[in-house]
C-alpha cells in the first residue's frame, strides 16, 4: 500500500517555542493531506484539510494563526505549532488521499507532541 | 446529529467469538466507505473499503446499506490480536473525510 511518512515521531519542548511537523507521501502524490488530533482515550479530531497550492480549510475551534499549515508540494505538507503551552500537548497524525485508489486514505506514523 | 456515528464500546468479547459493529451516517452523498483499525498511540490502518456487494477478508466482512445508511463490520472467530479500537471512515469525493469516534474491542482469553 501507499506509505506516508511522518517526521518527527516524538518531540518534547519548552512552553513558547515552535515545532514543525512533516508529513509526506513516498509513492503517490497527494493533492490533499489531513491534520488531526488526539488526545488520550479519545477519538481522531480532524483540524485542518490541507490542499496543495492553497490554503488550508481549518475546523472550527481550530486557530489558524497557531496551527500553520503549508502544503507547497503534492508530496509534503508541514504543520507548525506557533507558541506552544501544555495544553497542545497530543499525538499529531497527518494522513493523505490517494485519488487513484477510491479515495483511501494513508496515514503517517503520527508525532507525540509534550510541552513542558 | 453526528455526520457519522459509532457504539463507542467497549465490546469485551471472548475469544473465538463472532462480533459485529455497526455504524450510520448521515449524508446521503456520501460515497466510499471504510473500516481503519487503530491500536492505542499508534495510526488508524486500513482494514478494508465496503462494497454495496458486501466484501470478505478471511475473518473480516464488510457490507454496506445504502437505502438505510449504515455499513457494518463482522468478525468471525476473535483472536486477542484484534483487540483494537474500529473507525468506521465516510467519504464524499473530494470533499472532506468524517470519522467515526471509533468502537473499542477488547478479545478476552
Known amino acids: 500500500g501507499a506509505v506516508v511518512s511522518q517526521h518527527p515521531s516524538r518531540v518534547i519542548c519548552k512552553s513558547g517555542t515552535s515545532v514543525k511537523i512533516e508529513c509526506r507521501s513516498l509513492d503517490f502524490q497527494a493533492t490533499t493531506m489531513f491534520w488531526y488530533r488526539q488526545f488520550p482515550k479519545q477519538s481522531l479530531m480532524l483540524m485542518a484539510t490541507s490542499n496543495e497550492g492553497s490554503k488550508a480549510t481549518y475546523e472550527q475551534g481550530v486557530e489558524k494563526d497557531k496551527f500553520l499549515i503549508n502544503h507547497a508540494s503534492l508530496t509534503l505538507s508541514t504543520l507548525t505549532v506557533t507558541s506552544a503551552h501544555p495544553e497542545d500537548s497530543s499525538f499529531y497524525i497527518c494522513?493523505?488521499?490517494?485519488?487513484?485508489?477510491?479515495?483511501?486514505?494513508?496515514f503517517g506514523s503520527g508525532t507525540q507532541l509534550s510541552v513542558l | 446529529r453526528k455526520e457519522v456515528e459509532q457504539d463507542p464500546g467497549p465490546f469485551n468479547v471472548p475469544e473465538g467469538a463472532t462480533v459485529a459493529f455497526n455504524c450510520t451516517y448521515s449524508?446521503?452523498?456520501?460515497?466510499?466507505f471504510f473500516w481503519y483499525r487503530q491500536d492505542c498511540r499508534k495510526e488508524p490502518k486500513l482494514l478494508m473499503s465496503v462494497y454495496s456487494s458486501g466484501n470478505e477478508d478471511g475473518r473480516f466482512t464488510a457490507q454496506l446499506n445504502r437505502a438505510s445508511q449504515y455499513i457494518s463490520l463482522l468478525i468471525r472467530d476473535s483472536k486477542l490480536s484484534d483487540s483494537a479500537t474500529y473507525l468506521c471512515?465516510?467519504?464524499?469525493?473530494?470533499?472532506?473525510?468524517?470519522f467515526g469516534t471509533g468502537t473499542k474491542l477488547q478479545v478476552i482469553p
Open positions: 449524508n446521503s452523498a456520501s460515497q466510499s
Open positions: 494522513s493523505a488521499r490517494e485519488a487513484s485508489t477510491n479515495e483511501k486514505l494513508f
Open positions: 471512515v465516510v467519504n464524499r469525493q473530494n470533499q472532506k473525510v468524517t
